[in-house]
């Protein structure tokens, strides 16, 4: 079992950057496939980025392509996200997530993940 907290939301101006951090208690983090959704108000939770067990590899929603990056430190049991050239529309609560099905790889499902974060809001003004 997992437990995530994530931290470093807020509010940015259109074309900052934040960066969200989301830490994993346990021994086993490394066992995990990490991910980031978000939500915003009236919206269904939508994927944002994943990454593999070793990070070695990475996925992306379209919207979020070339300005999202996802990283992860196993020694640290952290997982985070550079979010650069921020738009309104990033407006959302963003969620930590965690999953550890045989593929090894993201799914853009929520409904695969084992473990969520309780979020941390990311506001964007224009």
């Known amino acids: 079992q997992v437990q995530l907290v994530e931290s470093g939301g807020g509010l940015v101006q259109t074309g900052g950057s934040l960066r969200l951090s989301c830490a994993a208690s346990g021994r086993t983090f490394s066992n995990y496939v990490m991910a980031w959704f978000r939500q915003a108000p009236g919206k269904e939770r939508e994927f944002v980025a994943g990454i593999t067990r070793s990070g070695g590899s990475t996925l992306y929603a379209d919207s979020v392509k070339g300005r999202f990056t996802i990283s992860r430190d196993n020694a640290k049991n952290l997982v985070y996200l550079q979010m650069n050239s921020l738009k309104p529309q990033d407006t959302a609560v963003y969620y930590c997530?965690?999953?550890?099905?045989?593929?090894?790889?993201?799914?853009?499902?929520?409904?695969?993940?084992?473990?969520w974060g309780q979020g941390t809001q990311v506001t964007v003004s224009s």
């Open positions: 997530a965690a999953e550890r099905r045989v593929s090894g790889f993201p799914s853009y499902s929520s409904t695969v993940y084992d473990y």
